[in-house]
């Protein structure tokens, strides 16, 4: 357990590090959405860990649900560097550029929405980890309703 605690505090470590310098390197559209896209499906891949909890098809595991929570709250903070000016294109709406305040404002959402999921994961008490859950998905969903190219 202390091992993996060690591992996922330098895994954020270097994530923070490098998200700094990820901004000077986006030195074209490309790179940004590789960027951006990356961590967003290490985000749903977890998110959806947790979510095969709440739904029931997989058991529900303290540490497990607590670990990718922390993982999903900590990598929510990523992405939003990588839509800067200049970074338009892949599966993103040209609003995210032309009302970037309701871009960021749904970011913002999002990533209180995930901490709040993480607290109820380190909790422990699943009717909170699912109402959270909930709550989070939805901030997701709206934001992509939104963002996202279908």
């Known amino acids: 357990?202390?091992?993996e605690k060690?591992?996922?505090a330098s895994a954020a470590t270097v994530l923070a590090i490098g998200a700094g310098s990820a901004?000077?390197?986006?030195?074209?559209a490309e790179k940004a959405i590789e960027y951006r896209q990356s961590v967003m499906t290490i985000i749903n891949t977890h998110f959806g860990r947790i979510g095969s909890v709440v739904k029931g098809t997989a058991p529900y595991n303290k540490d497990d649900v607590s670990k990718n929570a922390e993982i999903v709250v900590m990598m929510s903070t990523l992405p939003w560097q990588a839509f800067g000016p200049g970074t338009e294109g892949g599966k993103a709406k040209p609003e995210i550029w032309s009302d970037n305040a309701k871009f960021k404002a749904a970011a913002d959402k999002m990533q209180v929405a995930v901490a709040n999921l993480n607290t109820a994961a380190q909790s422990g008490d699943l009717?909170?980890?699912?109402?959270?859950f909930?709550?989070?998905?939805?901030t997701c969903k709206g934001c992509h309703d939104d963002f996202k190219k279908k």
């Open 1 to 3: 357990m202390k091992l």
């Open 6 to 8: 060690i591992i996922l």
């Open 127 to 132: 009717e909170s980890i699912k109402k959270a």
């Open 134 to 138: 909930g709550a989070a998905g939805q």
């Open 23 to 28: 901004f000077a390197q986006f030195q074209n």
